[in-house]
Each structure stands twice: as C-alpha cells, then as structure tokens.
C-alpha cells in the first residue's frame, strides 16, 4: 500500500482553478497532527520546489509565485491536504507532490500532472 494518495490534477485554461488533495494514508493520525505538510511542483526542465507548507496549527507559507492564488489547507481527521489553485498560469504547469516539511524520500509518491494551457 502506497505511503500517500495525491489526486486532482488535469488539464485547466489560464485563468480557470484545480483543487489538488493528499491523503497519507498509511500515517496515523497522532503522527500526521503535529508534522508540518507541503506540496511541491516539478516544472519541466526545473528542480522540484515547494510552493506551499502548512503547519500543525493551519498557518501557511506560499513561495512567492503563487502567493495570492494557491491556498493550502489541511483535515487532520482525515489525514489529508489540499491545494486550492486558482488563477492558474501556464507557469504552474508541472507534476504536483506532496510530503513532509522537510521532505523524507519515502514519502515521494508519483505525483499529479498539472497542465495549464494559456
């Protein structure tokens, strides 16, 4: 069984919103609470980055290109985060992960494939 379950991506206009979810399925919740989450992207061509973290108690940090159009949240409950992207550019284009703040290698799944076309 997979470490984590990333879903939601696809093919978008400029301008048009995707909604990215992550469920760490195989963590237990006591575990998952208090770590810090993020999601990452791999444009093509670019090193992986991470775009958004969120913490345990729901704060966030955006890296400066999606700052004001990507939202990152998080239900402990069920284990899960999510990347809200709105106003999508061709920029955002790339294969989304999630995984931990620092990120741990046994944590990379395959990804979801984002295609932004302008």
């Known amino acids: 069984q997979q470490q984590l379950v990333e879903s939601g991506g696809g093919s978008a206009q400029a301008g048009e919103s995707l909604r990215l979810s992550c469920r760490f399925q195989r963590m237990i919740t006591s575990v998952f609470n208090p770590l810090t989450m993020g999601w990452y992207r791999q444009a093509p061509g670019k090193q992986r980055e991470l775009v958004a973290s969120?913490?345990?108690?729901?704060?966030?940090v955006y890296v400066d290109s999606v700052k004001g159009r990507f939202a990152i949240s998080r239900d402990n409950s069920r284990k899960s985060i999510y990347l809200q992207m709105n106003s999508l550019k061709s920029e955002d284009t790339g294969v989304y992960y999630c995984n931990l703040v620092p990120a741990r290698d046994s944590y990379w799944g395959q990804g979801t494939q984002v295609t932004v076309s302008s």
């Open positions: 969120v913490n345990s108690r729901g704060s966030a």
